[in-house]
């Protein structure tokens, strides 16, 4: 039996609480688990995990004062600079046909005035 094909039967194993793995029903798992250090370090890594979430669970934290408040304005800001990004975003292709449009306008603009010159030039010659 392999290391690797008790990862899920520890992970029972631990949650069933026993100190020993005598939970193991399989006779070739609990053999491997009786004779393998690595496989005894894992079950025990298991329970200490358990340990420590069930301590997580009792132990109640009290936030320092304006700590909440001060959560709910980063929030708020972080929500706000979001939507400018997101209103940003959205509206690229807008933004680019709006420059596309100026862009093309100028330059008619500048020919108009290039052939305006010379319609002047023209006249005064003549």
């Known amino acids: ?56 669970r009792t132990e109640v934290l009290t936030p320092a004062p304006g700590l909440v408040a001060d959560v709910f304005a980063h929030l708020e800001e972080a929500g706000e600079r979001h939507a400018v990004r997101s209103l940003v975003r959205g509206r690229r292709v ?3 046909g709006g420059l596309a449009v100026a862009a093309t306008a100028a330059g008619a603009g500048a020919a108009y005035v290039l052939v305006a010159r010379r319609g002047r030039k023209l006249r005064a010659a003549s």
Do not use: F, W
């Not at 990862?7 to 609990?30: K, N, Q």
């Not at 894992?42 to 420590?52: D, P, V």
């Open 1 to 56: 039996m392999q290391c690797e094909e008790l990862t899920e039967l520890l992970a029972a194993s631990a949650e069933a609480g026993s100190a020993a793995p005598s939970v193991i029903v399989d006779a070739r798992a609990r053999a491997h688990v009786e004779g393998c250090l690595r496989c005894q370090a894992e079950l025990a890594q298991y329970r200490k995990l358990l340990r420590a979430l069930h301590n997580l």
């Open 94 to 96: 807008a933004y680019a």
